[in-house]
């Protein structure tokens, strides 16, 4: 970064810290309202589907689409504990994140060291990686292989991204997280304890009148519902025509919050159930003001009311793009590309 760029961050950094610092830290009281409401509504919602079962499967299904929205309000609560500013207690923040990952699948210590490790590198293309979603530039990608384009291609494919992306993420990966060093000592401790914690769960279920069967019969729609609406929220949060990516000489911490993470306008119910995590810009400007907090945040800022706004209707078309031009400075789909290359008469269209 060069010596002016490096002025104009520090002056950045000021500037937004005076912004945000009033709303940064925890309210107790408001966490634990929070949290209270979040765990009754799962716990709620999660016995009715148990003893619809006596109704019919159908009614079952239909029940886990607000079980699985609430896990997600939960999860919401996990993510606000990973970057402390949930409670003013460490310890208790901490405990609650540990619980909250064993019913969302996502060991809490791994899961916030990765999600620290996007923050800190959001937009930047030399910092890839390591909890985002894969993105390739278009150069990067003509460069590849056909057999390395094709499973691009598959691993962008929505239907990968929502069905079975998810499931692997959350179910198998969480279970044994092969590509972190193993000298990360700690979060290797907290994927044991969830491992451990889901074996107790499942063996209490087996022992108890719910049965394995029937807690399965259960669980299993929920988890797919939840992890697939996760990576869904995740998704749009970056992936979007105008947004941000830079090398690490170019690349500006504030720029890439602001720039590079949506604003997802969602009616108020969902909007409530997500936490506020739609206003994600605020959210990565200052990770440290919790959910409750990030709308007074960006109405007291007129500069975070201008950040791209995505509608649930805009959510759709983001998941055919899937490259970044460098270039031209936004994102491309692989038809985009193919034009383009037809257009240019470059070979390579026939295999783009």
Not at 143 to 150: D, E, T, V
């Amino acid at each position: 970064m060069s010596e002016t760029s490096s002025k104009k961050s520090r002056s950045a950094a000021q500037y937004w810290r005076e912004v945000t610092s009033p709303y940064c830290g925890a309210d107790d009281r408001r966490s634990y309202l929070q949290l209270g409401t979040a765990a009754t509504l799962f716990l709620v919602s999660w016995t009715a589907m148990y003893l619809s079962l006596s109704v019919g499967y159908w009614l079952t299904l239909l029940l886990a689409i607000p079980t699985a929205a609430f896990v997600v309000f939960l999860f919401m609560i996990q993510h606000d504990c990973g970057h402390g500013s949930y409670f003013k207690s460490r310890r208790l923040r901490d405990t609650v994140g540990f619980f909250i990952g064993i019913v969302t699948l996502t060991p809490y210590e791994y899961w916030r060291r990765t999600h620290a490790y996007h923050h800190a590198h959001s937009g930047d293309l030399d910092f890839r990686g390591v909890g985002d979603i894969k993105t390739m530039t278009k150069e990067e990608y003509l460069a590849k292989p056909l057999w390395r384009r094709f499973v691009y291609r598959v691993y962008r494919n929505p239907v990968t991204l929502l069905t079975f992306g998810p499931i692997y993420q959350f179910v198998i990966k969480h279970r044994y997280p092969w590509d972190i060093p193993q000298d990360w000592k700690q979060a290797w401790r907290g994927v044991w304890m969830t491992n451990l914690g889901l074996a107790v769960v499942l063996l209490i279920m087996a022992y108890s009148p719910i049965g394995i069967a029937n807690f399965l019969m259960i669980q299993i729609p929920v988890t797919i519902l939840a992890c697939s609406a996760g990576v869904f929220l995740f998704y749009v949060q970056h992936q979007y025509e105008d947004s941000y990516w830079h090398h690490h000489k170019d690349w500006d911490y504030y720029e890439a919050a602001i720039r590079g993470s949506s604003h997802l306008v969602l009616p108020a119910p969902l909007q409530w159930l997500t936490a506020n995590i739609g206003i994600h810009h605020v959210h990565h400007l200052n990770s440290q003001i919790p959910n409750y907090k990030l709308e007074d945040c960006m109405a007291a800022a007129p500069e975070l009311q201008t950040a791209t706004k995505i509608t649930l209707w805009d959510c759709f078309r983001l998941f055919s793009l899937t490259l970044w031009d460098e270039q031209k400075q936004r994102m491309i789909s692989f038809r985009q590309l193919r034009e383009e290359l037809r257009s240019g008469g470059n070979g390579q269209s026939l295999t783009a």
